[in-house]
């Protein structure tokens, strides 16, 4: 290095010593000789050999590492990070009601904690080996001894560096020789190798590269454009297609939407018969009657439609017996949302009006039409709507199929023992329900 | 290296020789105490003999699954053609080796089928059978014949392999004849995928079928899992005892224990991964005829024996077993393994017992005489069993790569 600083141009062709390396012919060589090594106090000194020798660590006097704990770490962070992200998503910024399971529950989560605690692990366990062993290490003074490749064979060395404190070209070398190597010194060059001027000049090329989509991006976003935007695909962006309430010159109105033909009225669309498919007579009173016929066949449509579109918030009895409803404890309804929903009103998470129990009286006192009437358009309490229609989800036979169910849980719900088969009676149904 | 070798190899008595009769006889005498102390109490105790019945269960289950679990490590051993592991072989096989009395003390099991009222095996009650069209229509599976056939082969089949292993390895303490370790290499592959289908069939029938109804597919995996658990535990409590009393002192080091700890570790964790792999899909899935198993062990009796077994059988060891100098000092990985067995056990209470009782937590004197009476007579067998060979494998010709085999 002094000779190094006294030339201003230095010659290529010179050279230093930059490390000593000594041969060994054994693994038990190596490892009795690094011990020595050790003892001697060198610090920038390392071993080689063509396979793992046992207890070379204890012999180089190599501390235990420290990456288990940093392992360790990164897996109880990778639990943790999963868990917070799995609960933030789920239960706080986005909340997303699932078939009435919780937002948060530890069980579910367990297998995204348990893949982020091996990833976390894993990367750290990698790129902490890499670091610790100060790997990628391209250059290597030893290198430039051509008896080194015996590495990958049969050669044991040890490399002393000549940035080691202790390092003096010959002292080193006598030392190694003393204990048994056969030494060779390392030479490179003196001068530093220059980097090309031209790898620089490529990384800030390709850094301000870089830099021209993010600044894009943020350009676009905080300026505003009269003309329209860029289309890459024109035909995708503009399609030969009228949309809703748009214009078309064809037309004289100019309206693209057209209104039915004057007189006429779509197939299936007449719906003369006002009791089939409103409930109601020709002079608008609620029929009492069902307009279809009572058959089984319809009464079991009707309770498969019932335990599909009813049932999950009036229960597929039908709801509680009367004075129970209400009573505050959500275990005691029937019906799944109405459950979960009284169960989240209880705790003063968002409100939940109970449905009414059909059963009652003032269900089951309405007319077969009133009935039809609730279940197209549902029911609204001076604007609440505490019940959707199920206009679109249920056909005008399955409606009236799901009242002859529904009379049949009116009868079954509030029946007497003398409903009661003689010989079938037993102490059980002395009581009135 | 090789100088520690020879020497182990001249000490061609390093077997139990006298001391293992003796202790044999201990053994035998305090198991018969317990046994009795079990009868005793299921005489004196209401439904005591059913409560007999299941806690049999759970103890025949227990010493079953330290041989089993020693088992499989011996045929992995030569499935892998493993060095480090040869001065551990030899105690795996001689607990492995116990499995002829395993099948001497199936038969009260076997026996109890044939007293309906009172046997764990509730399908093979025709009365209660009847109420249940789930278990009629098990019937052509589970019932009386059929399952004695099953049993008679997977005892037989685990004897045998436990033989094949034991008889060709002390032959070679003799003959030092390498061709005996190339045949078990051979006959290992074969043997653990046999292990693997008899393992998971006699937990679904011996286990499983304690709750007739309900079912599980990774059920023999998680009985599996437990079994290694016990296996290695108990083959590393043995390795300490018998260092203890001076044998094997030079050919097993703290690098072997540091080994076995650490497959000790492995298979905690994949416990807890089979435990859970099976919680979940049933708990997510929320169908009845498969949460009620869970119910049961959810009921206000039962969930502190649950909780006890997440923390005890997974997340306390995990952390207490997780360093590497727990591993390597013998004081502290035999507390572990001595923890880690107490928690098998309870894992195999927690197995059959809520279908006993499931509204209260039944241990009692029986559950505790059947504990140490079936732990005296699985002790003595192995004595027995260990009283003339060494107990390492002298003449293996991986015994030197074992003994200079180091961690890095």
């Known amino acids: ?433 | 290296m090789h100088e520690i070798a020879s020497l182990d190899r001249s000490r061609r008595t390093d077997s139990l020789g006298e001391l293992a009769p003796r202790a044999a006889k201990t053994a035998w005498i305090v198991g018969g105490a317990g046994l009795a102390l079990a009868v005793l109490s299921a005489v004196f105790f209401d439904d005591g003999w059913r409560h007999f019945n299941y806690s049999y269960l759970v103890n025949y289950a227990f010493y079953l699954s330290i041989s089993l679990g020693a088992l499989s490590f011996v045929a992995l051993q030569h499935a892998t053609r493993a060095g480090w592991s040869v001065t551990f072989r030899r105690l795996n096989e001689i607990l492995a080796a116990n499995m002829p009395l395993m099948a001497i003390l199936f038969i009260p099991l076997a026996l109890s089928l044939f007293l309906p009222a009172a046997a764990p095996y509730v399908w093979a009650n025709p009365d209660l059978a009847e109420h249940s069209p789930l278990v009629q229509h098990k019937q052509p599976f589970l019932n009386v014949p059929f399952f004695l056939l099953r049993s008679a082969i997977y005892l037989g089949l685990w004897i045998w392999m436990a033989r094949f292993f034991f008889t060709r390895s002390i032959r070679q303490d003799v003959s030092g004849d390498p061709e005996l370790t190339v045949q078990m290499e051979r006959f290992s592959g074969p043997i653990i995928l046999l292990f693997a289908l008899t393992t998971t069939f006699a937990s679904f029938d011996w286990l499983m079928s304690v709750e007739p109804e309900w079912f599980s597919s990774i059920y023999g995996v998680y009985y599996y899992g437990g079994a290694t658990v016990g296996g290695l535990a108990a083959a590393i409590l043995a390795a300490m005892a018998a260092q203890r009393a001076g044998y094997a002192a030079q050919s097993i080091t703290t690098e072997h224990y540091h080994d076995m700890g650490k497959l000790l570790f492995a298979f905690v964790v994949f416990w807890g991964y089979i435990a859970f792999s099976q919680y979940m899909l049933i708990w997510y899935a929320n169908i009845p005829e498969e949460t009620t198993w869970y119910l049961d062990r959810q009921s206000s009796a039962w969930l502190p024996a649950s909780i006890a077994l997440l923390l005890g059988h997974l997340f306390i060891p995990f952390l207490g077993m997780i360093s590497r100098e727990v591993k390597r000092r013998k004081v502290l990985l035999g507390f572990w393994c001595v923890w880690l067995l107490a928690f098998h056990w309870l894992d195999m209470f927690y197995l059959v017992m809520p279908s006993f009782a499931s509204d209260r937590f039944p241990l009692g004197l029986i559950d505790l005489g059947l504990l140490v009476g079936l732990g005296g007579l699985y002790v003595g067998g192995l004595l027995r069993t260990a009283a003339n060979v060494a107990l390492v494998p002298t003449k293996d010709p991986r015994l030197p790569e074992a003994l200079a085999f180091e961690n890095l």
């Not at chain 1, 706080?92 to 530890?106: A, E, N, Q, R, T």
């Not at chain 1, 009895?317 to 404890?329: I, Q, R, T, V």
Request: charged content about 20%; proline content about 8%; some cysteine.
């Open chain 1, 1 to 433: 290095m002094a000779d190094h600083a006294s030339h201003n141009t230095p010659d290529s062709s010179e050279t230093r010593v930059a490390a000593v390396l000594g041969r060994f012919d054994t693994a038990a060589g190596l490892k009795a000789a690094a011990e020595k090594v050790r003892d001697e106090g060198y610090r920038k000194w390392d071993s080689h050999s063509p396979f793992p020798v046992h207890g070379i660590e204890r012999a180089m006097g190599i501390r235990p590492t420290i990456l288990p704990l940093l392992v360790f770490g990164a897996g109880l962070t990778g639990a943790i990070v999963a868990m917070f992200l799995q609960w933030w998503t789920n239960a706080v910024d986005y909340p997303f009601l699932i078939s009435g399971k919780p937002f948060f529950s530890v069980p579910a989560n367990i297998p995204v904690a348990f893949e982020l605690i091996i990833l976390f692990s894993a990367l750290t366990a990698f790129g902490g080996a890499l670091i610790l062993n100060q790997l990628p290490q391209f250059h290597h003074p030893v290198f430039a001894s051509e008896a080194f490749r015996r590495a990958t064979s049969d050669g044991f060395f040890i490399s002393i560096e000549a940035g080691d404190p202790k390092f003096d070209e010959r002292k080193t070398a006598a030392f190694l020789e003393s204990i048994g190597a056969a030494v060779e010194l390392c030479r490179v060059p003196a001068a530093k190798p220059a980097i090309p001027k031209a790898i620089p000049w490529a990384i800030t090329f390709v850094a301000a590269l870089a830099l021209l989509p993010p600044l894009g991006v943020a350009w676009y976003r905080a300026s505003v454009k009269r003309e329209p935007r860029i289309h890459p695909l024109h035909d995708m962006a503009f399609q030969p297609k009228y949309k809703a309430q748009s214009e078309n010159d064809r037309f004289a109105d100019r309206r693209a939407m057209r209104p039915p033909v004057a007189g006429t009225i779509a197939q299936g669309g007449l719906m003369l018969d006002t009791a089939l498919f409103q409930g109601k007579d020709s002079e608008g009173n609620y029929v009492a009657d069902l307009p279809v016929p009572v058959e089984e066949s319809v009464m079991l449509r009707g309770r498969e439609r019932f335990n599909i579109y009813c049932a999950p918030c009036h229960g597929y009895s039908g709801g509680l017996p009367e004075g129970a409803a209400g009573d505050g404890d959500p275990r005691s309804w029937d019906g799944m949302v109405s459950i979960r929903a009284s169960q989240r009103a209880l705790t003063g998470d968002g409100t939940w009006t109970p449905p009414r129990a059909l059963h009652s009286d003032y269900v089951q006192d309405q007319p077969d039409g009133k009935l039809f009437e609730t279940i197209t358009a549902g029911v609204n309490n001076q604007g609440v709507q505490s019940m959707p229609g199920y206009a679109k989800q249920i056909s005008v036979e399955d409606r009236w199929a799901i009242i002859l169910y529904l009379r049949a849980i009116g009868r079954s719900r509030n029946a007497a023992a003398d409903d009661v088969p003689e010989t079938q009676r037993t102490a059980d149904t002395g009581g009135n329900r």
